[in-house]
């Protein structure tokens, strides 16, 4: 079977057989967009339309891939991406709807429910080096002293008042406890070096006195730690998977407002927006119809439902 190809300038070659225009095809005079026709019909088609030419075609289209550089894949790519993206431009059945409040209430409780496990483990290990750090650690708890049995009226009950802060040339003991007027919180300043102390736990029979330093750093540490908990847990799960697990229970996600995909950077500043303004957001999203947070329209996203709405 012979054929008729057309060059670019609109020439006419020909008739060829099928062996001479696979040499062509490899040989690259011929591509997939170059015109071709049956000698015998009158219709022209693309050189791609013809099966027994799809092989050296293929490879051709593969050797020119491999010859392009970097830019030029990149600008490829972007081209076939708006391709695509005119190509599946249909008429939506659905529109985006806005979470409401009460799901995005939900599901940050949910995810503060969850976040409340880590805050504990950090509570505890808070505990632990506060009982460790105790000056105290180790005395033994002097034994109670028998109550005198002599019956008094409320009225004549001695009030010990509490001292919210204390100096003294020593440092705190066991013994200085609520007997005294020291309770949690007291502050106790040794004078003689400048250690501070703070009581942390105090009975009648006990207290419990830690270095200031100590205490603060513990609390500073544990705080920064949970905040980096929470950081991580947002950021990760929604530039990667666009929804927390609370919002994934609530049925709801994050996207930016052409609804493309929110990523690690995005979703990180969204965290520290909603760390820094979520208390405020509540109003707005209840008064304005676009359903948006401070935080939303600070780092350019919105809360949208997986269910959409039908258009009207």
């Given at each position: 079977?012979?054929?008729?190809?057309?060059?670019?300038?609109?020439?006419?070659?020909?008739?060829?057989?099928?062996?001479?225009?696979?040499?062509?095809?490899?040989?690259?005079?011929?591509?997939?967009?170059?015109?071709?026709?049956?000698?015998?019909?009158?219709?022209?088609?693309?050189?791609?339309?013809?099966?027994?030419?799809?092989?050296?075609?293929?490879?051709?289209?593969?050797?020119k891939e491999k010859a392009k550089g970097f830019f030029e894949k990149?600008?490829?790519?972007?081209?076939?991406?708006?391709?695509?993206?005119?190509?599946?431009?249909?008429?939506?059945?659905?529109?985006?709807?806005?979470?409401?409040?009460?799901?995005?209430?939900?599901?940050?409780?949910?995810?503060?429910?969850?976040?409340?496990?880590?805050?504990?483990?950090?509570?505890?290990?808070?505990?632990?080096?506060?009982?460790?750090?105790?000056?105290?650690?180790?005395?033994?708890?002097?034994?109670?002293?028998?109550?005198?049995?002599?019956?008094?009226?409320?009225?004549?009950?001695?009030?010990?008042?509490?001292?919210?802060?204390?100096?003294?040339?020593?440092?705190?003991?066991?013994?200085?406890?609520?007997?005294?007027?020291?309770?949690?919180?007291?502050?106790?300043?040794?004078?003689?070096?400048?250690?501070?102390?703070?009581?942390?736990?105090?009975?009648?029979?006990?207290?419990?006195?830690?270095?200031?330093?100590?205490?603060?750093?513990?609390?500073?540490?544990?705080?920064?730690a949970f905040l980096a908990v929470a950081l991580l847990y947002y950021?990760?799960?929604?530039?990667?998977?666009?929804?927390?697990?609370?919002?994934?229970?609530?049925?709801?996600?994050?996207?930016?407002?052409?609804?493309?995909?929110?990523?690690?950077?995005?979703?990180?500043?969204?965290?520290?927006?909603?760390?820094?303004?979520?208390?405020?957001?509540?109003?707005?999203?209840?008064?304005?119809?676009?359903?948006?947070?401070?935080?939303?329209?600070?780092?350019?996203?919105?809360?949208?439902?997986?269910?959409?709405?039908?258009?009207?």
């Amino acid at each position: 079977m012979n054929f008729i190809v057309k060059d670019s300038e609109g020439k006419e070659h020909g008739p060829l057989n099928e062996d001479s225009l696979i040499k062509w095809a490899e040989a690259g005079d011929i591509f997939a967009e170059t015109p071709m026709r049956n000698a015998l019909m009158a219709q022209w088609k693309t050189a791609a339309d013809f099966s027994f030419l799809k092989e050296p075609l293929d490879r051709q289209a593969e050797e020119k891939e491999k010859a392009k550089g970097f830019f030029e894949k990149r600008a490829d790519s972007k081209t076939r991406k708006k391709e695509g993206d005119k190509s599946t431009a249909f008429e939506y059945k659905y529109l985006p709807d806005s979470a409401t409040l009460f799901l995005r209430l939900a599901s940050t409780f949910f995810d503060f429910a969850l976040l409340s496990v880590p805050a504990l483990i950090l509570y505890c290990s808070a505990l632990s080096i506060f009982y460790f750090s105790d000056i105290n650690s180790g005395v033994p708890v002097p034994e109670a002293k028998e109550p005198v049995n002599v019956e008094t009226s409320e009225k004549e009950k001695i009030e010990i008042p509490q001292l919210a802060s204390f100096e003294s040339e020593a440092n705190p003991l066991i013994e200085d406890n609520a007997m005294k007027g020291f309770v949690a919180g007291s502050r106790w300043k040794n004078t003689g070096t400048g250690d501070a102390f703070i009581c942390v736990s105090s009975s009648d029979s006990s207290a419990r006195w830690l270095p200031l330093n100590t205490y603060n750093n513990t609390i500073i540490a544990c705080l920064s730690a949970f905040l980096a908990v929470a950081l991580l847990y947002y950021g990760l799960l929604l530039g990667l998977f666009a929804q927390t697990f609370g919002m994934w229970f609530w049925g709801i996600f994050i996207v930016k407002p052409d609804l493309s995909e929110v990523f690690l950077l995005r979703a990180y500043y969204f965290t520290i927006m909603m760390f820094l303004l979520g208390v405020f957001s509540p109003i707005l999203v209840y008064a304005a119809s676009s359903r948006r947070a401070f935080h939303d329209l600070a780092s350019g996203v919105m809360i949208i439902k997986i269910a959409g709405k039908p258009k009207a």
